[in-house]
């Protein structure tokens, strides 16, 4: 049974910063790319960043890819979001996906509000 459980939201000052965590569960992690996605309320979840199964390759969202980094560890199945210069407007529900077999699975998500 494939889970995805996120871990690291909460509350951040603007300009502060956020590790995000996702351990992944009943699938053999190492194969496949993850994803992180966000939704802010009111607005259609987005594509946060990306990493392949190696971790060789990483692709972000204009919006991010100076401040946003994702990584993995294939050991621990764990795939990471550092967020750095966090702005009130990245507040949101983040989300860990991964496309397994032709199909999709989320994590519960983990909220993370960046207010003063």
């Known amino acids: 049974q494939v889970q995805l459980v996120e871990s690291g939201g909460g509350l951040v000052q603007p300009g502060g910063s956020l590790r995000l965590s996702c351990v992944a569960s009943?699938?053999?992690?190492?194969?496949?790319?993850m994803k992180w996605y966000r939704q802010a309320p009111g607005k259609e979840r987005e594509l946060v960043a990306a990493i392949s199964s190696t971790g060789g390759s990483t692709t972000y969202a204009d919006s991010m890819k100076d401040r946003f980094t994702i990584s993995r560890d294939n050991v621990k199945n764990t795939v990471y979001l550092q967020m750095n210069s966090l702005k009130p407007e990245d507040t949101a529900v983040y989300y860990c996906?991964?496309?397994?077999?032709?199909?999709?699975?989320w994590g519960q998500g983990t909220q993370v509000t960046v207010s003063s």
């Open positions: 996906y991964a496309l397994i077999r032709f199909r999709g699975y």
């Open positions: 009943g699938f053999t992690f190492s194969y496949y790319a």
